[in-house]
């Protein structure tokens, strides 16, 4: 009896760690990453002004694309940002330009053409673009000096996005 009780709990403790364990092995399908991202103004909603500029880094930012030459395959990156970004205010005020280091480096040497204003709420400006398949977003909360900087559309080998969290100064 003894022999039947130790050879049915060696079974029940196989099969739990038969189904367990390969669980807690697994990678997850999803990372989450997390980082300080203090306040770093005043909390007072300042209206951009004009020719205005900002000089910002990129504190989170995260990739997307597809790969029609290789597959089809699914791409997706996201980590820390660290790059250098600049926002400029039209001479109008009715549009805001987002300069990034990767246009700059591949030879846009002028500032990009400005998104155009198109909500304004209380420390929110929302400016938004849309050309064919390609949208442009940038949500600019003017209290903390915050946004988000979105592209999305046909890349040169399938639809693609980003998304930028920007902290100015």
Do not use: H, W
């Amino acid at each position: 009896m003894l022999r039947v009780l130790l050879i049915v709990g060696l079974v029940i403790v196989a099969a739990a760690a038969g189904f367990f364990v390969p669980r807690l092995l697994q990678f997850p399908s999803q990372l989450a990453l997390r980082y300080k991202f203090p306040d770093q103004a005043a909390t007072v909603a300042k209206p951009i002004a004009p020719d205005e500029s900002y000089a910002c880094s990129a504190v989170t930012q995260a990739e997307t694309y597809e790969n029609r030459i290789d597959g089809p395959t699914g791409n997706a990156s996201a980590g820390k940002g660290g790059d250098v970004v600049t926002l400029k205010v039209s001479s109008d005020g009715n549009g805001i330009s987002v300069e990034l280091p990767f246009d700059i480096a591949n030879g846009a040497a002028v500032s990009p053409q400005p998104i155009p204003i198109t909500a304004r709420d209380g420390s929110y400006v929302v400016a938004s673009r849309a050309e064919g398949v390609d949208i442009v977003t940038l949500v600019f909360d003017t209290s903390t000096l915050k946004a988000v900087f979105s592209d999305t559309g046909q890349g040169l080998i399938g639809i693609r996005g980003r998304s930028i969290l920007i902290a100015c100064r």
